[in-house]
C-alpha cells in the first residue's frame, strides 16, 4: 500500500493479489497454456540443490509448449550481486520474463528483477513456508545473507501457480516455518494497525485474526497428515491467505517486532541456516514478551502461554539455544538488539519506546513462561 495525497485528502494505492492465481493439486499443468500467454523465452529462476530434479521437470514442460527456457540459480540469498549477475544472463539470452520456482528468497529475487526490467512475472511456490509467491515485497540480503531493506514492487505477480502436489514434497520443517510467519500476520497487525479507523486495514487485520484461529486448529493436524484436508487449508492459509492480509492492510498489516527480530537474527551467521519463519515465530515470542512487560498487556502474557507450547510441537526455535545462539556472545546479541532498534526498523510500530536493553531481555526470556495474573 502506497500512501499518496492529493487536494481531496489521502489516497492509498494498493497492490492487492496477483493478476491470477492457479491453485490446488495439478495446477502446474492448467497454468502452462496461461504461461505460453505471457512470454516465449522466459527465465527460470531456482536455487536449492534439493528442487533442482523438480524444476528440470518444470523446464522441460515448458519447451514441450513451444517456450525455450533459459535456467539459472541464485548463488546467495535474494541480494544485488546474484540480481546484477542474473540481469546480465537475462539480457544475454533475449529473455523476455522471469518464473520464479522455490522458496521466499528465489521467488523475492524473481519478482524484484521482474520488476526492475519491467516484464512478466510468474510465481511457483516449492514450498508454503512464506506467502512470497503473492505479494509485491522483496526483501533484500547482503551476499553473507544480512537483511538489509525490503522493496516494495509496482505489482504482485502477473500469474502465482499454487500446485498442492508440487507443496507436497516439501520437507514438513518448511511448512511448520510458514505456519509460524502467516501467525505473526495477527501478533503483528493486532499491535500496529488494530485500532485503525480505516475500514479496509480494519478487515485485514481481523482477517489476520480468523487466519491465526485456522492455525492454532488445523496446524498440529497439517504437519501429522501432510496432503489432508487440514494440510491443504494450512498451506492455503500459509502461501495465499498471508498475502491477501499484507495486499488489503499494506505495510503496517505485514511487520512489527517480530519480523524486527528476525531481521536482527540475520545478521549474525550463527542464524543464517535458521528459516525464515522460524526466526519470525521466535520474534513473535519476544513481541509478546515486550508487549507485557513494557506495555503491561495482559493478553499479550495470555498469548504468549497459548502460543508457545504450539511453536514448541511443530519442532520450532523458542529459545536462543534453539536458535545456534546458546553461547552467542554479549557482543552478538548487543548486535541483533542494535540492528533491530535502528531507525526506521518496523520494531518503532509498537506503541511504546523499545531500547537494545530492553529487547535483550526479552530475547533471553522469550520462552519464559508468563504468570497466571488474576
Known amino acids: 500500500m502506497i500512501p499518496t495525497a492529493n487536494g481531496s485528502g489521502s489516497v492509498s494505492v494498493h497492490c492487492i493479489a496477483p493478476a491470477q492465481v492457479i491453485r490446488g493439486s495439478g495446477a502446474w499443468n492448467e497454468a502452462q497454456s496461461q504461461i505460453s500467454g505471457l512470454f516465449r523465452n522466459p527465465l527460470l529462476l531456482g536455487r536449492s540443490s534439493s528442487t533442482e530434479a523438480l ?17 539459472q540459480n ?23 520474463g522471469v518464473i520464479a520456482a522455490g522458496g521466499g528468497k528465489v521467488i523475492d529475487a524473481g519478482k524484484l528483477l521482474a520488476d526492475r526490467l519491467e516484464v512478466a512475472c510468474v510465481t511457483v511456490p516449492l514450498s508454503a513456508a512464506t506467502c512470497a509467491g503473492w505479494t509485491a515485497l522483496s526483501n533484500l540480503y547482503s551476499p553473507d545473507g544480512a537483511f538489509e531493506r525490503d522493496q ?8 502465482l501457480v499454487f500446485d ?14 510458514g505456519i509460524a510467519d502467516a501467525l505473526a500476520k495477527w501478533y503483528e497487525a493486532s499491535v500496529s494497525s488494530g485500532s485503525s479507523q480505516d475500514g479496509v486495514i480494519q478487515q485485514a487485520v481481523q482477517m489476520a485474526r480468523v487466519l491465526r484461529d485456522q492455525l492454532l486448529i488445523d496446524s498440529l493436524d497439517a504437519i501429522r497428515e501432510p496432503g489432508g484436508e487440514a494440510w491443504r ?18 505495510a503496517r498489516c505485514r511487520t ?12 549474525l551467521e550463527a542464524c543464517h541456516a535458521v528459516l525464515h519463519g522460524e526466526k519470525v515465530g521466535f520474534g513473535i515470542l519476544v513481541q509478546l514478551r515486550l508487549e507485557e512487560r513494557l506495555g503491561g498487556n495482559r493478553l499479550a ?3 504468549h502461554r497459548q502460543l508457545l507450547p504450539l511453536l514448541r510441537e511443530l519442532g520450532l526455535p523458542v529459545c536462543l539455544d534453539d536458535l545456534g545462539l546458546g553461547h552467542a556472545s554479549l557482543n552478538q546479541l548487543q548486535q541483533v538488539c542494535q540492528f ?3 531507525d526506521g526498523s518496523d520494531l518503532h510500530h509498537l506503541p511504546f519506546e523499545v531500547t537494545p536493553g530492553a529487547l535483550m531481555e526479552a530475547l533471553v526470556g522469550a520462552a519464559e513462561s508468563s504468570p497466571v495474573l488474576p
Not at 83 to 93: A, G, P, V
Not at 164 to 177: D, E, I, N, V, Y
Open 256 to 267: 512489527v517486532a517480530a519480523h524486527a527480530v528476525h531481521n536482527g537474527l540475520t545478521q
Open 74 to 96: 541464485l548463488e546467495h540469498d535474494c541480494c544485488e550481486l546474484d540480481l546484477q549477475r542474473i540481469q546480465n544472463d537475462f539480457s544475454r539470452h533475449s529473455c523476455d
Open 152 to 159: 516494495s514492487l509496482r505489482r504482485c505477480p502477473d500469474l
Open 301 to 303: 502474557a495470555q498469548s
Open 233 to 250: 487449508r494450512v498451506v492455503d492459509a500459509c502461501g495465499l491467505t498471508a498475502g491477501v492480509i499484507g495486499g488489503l492492510g499494506g
Open 55 to 71: 524444476r528440470s521437470r518444470l523446464c522441460r514442460d515448458l519447451n514441450a509448449t513451444g517456450l525455450t527456457v533459459y535456467q
Open 164 to 177: 498442492h502436489q508440487l507443496l507436497l514434497k516439501a520437507p514438513a520443517r518448511t511448512l511448520a516455518s
Open 340 to 342: 533491530a532498534c535502528r
